[in-house]
Nanobody, 129 residues
Framework: QVQLVESGGGLVQAGGSLRLSCAAS????????MGWFRQAPGKERESVAA????????YYADSVKGRFTISRNNAAKMVFLQMNSLKPEDTAVYYC??????????????????????WGQGTQVTVSS
């Protein structure tokens, strides 16, 4: 079965950096779009970034543009989120997600949680001020 396992979360001071990783298994990772989402206490899950199956197209929420970078290594079956210049408002549980559709253009769906079929368990990111 499909498994997505996030790692790399932790406590960091404002202005610091973290790199989240998501290891995928149980399916052909290289042909599916991937996304990162986050959810803070009392708030809805929101999109952070996404990347299409071959890594050529990336998408970012306005709140993280210029600070976060999504990337993937298809050979290693991993997707990453490099987070720089972190702010206290970035504090949340961060989730890795995968679409089931193959080789698709995720331009119109990348930011919608309901358009993703597989989810990891999440990793906590806490940014102190």
């Amino acid at each position: 079965q499909v498994q997505l396992v996030e790692s790399g979360g932790g406590l960091v001071q404002a202005g610091g950096s973290l790199r989240l990783s998501c290891a995928a298994s149980g399916y052909t990772f290289s042909i599916h779009g991937m996304g990162w989402f986050r959810q803070a206490p009392g708030k809805e899950r929101e999109s952070v970034a996404a990347i299409n199956w071959n890594g050529r197209n990336t998408y970012y929420a306005d709140s993280v543009k210029g600070r976060f970078t999504i990337s993937r290594n298809n050979a290693a079956k991993m997707v990453f989120l490099q987070m720089n210049s972190l702010k206290p408002e970035d504090t949340a549980v961060y989730y890795c997600a995968s679409r089931r559709a193959q080789y698709d253009d995720i331009t119109g769906v990348w930011g919608t949680p309901g358009r993703y079929d597989y989810w990891g368990q999440g990793t906590q990111v806490t940014v102190s001020s």
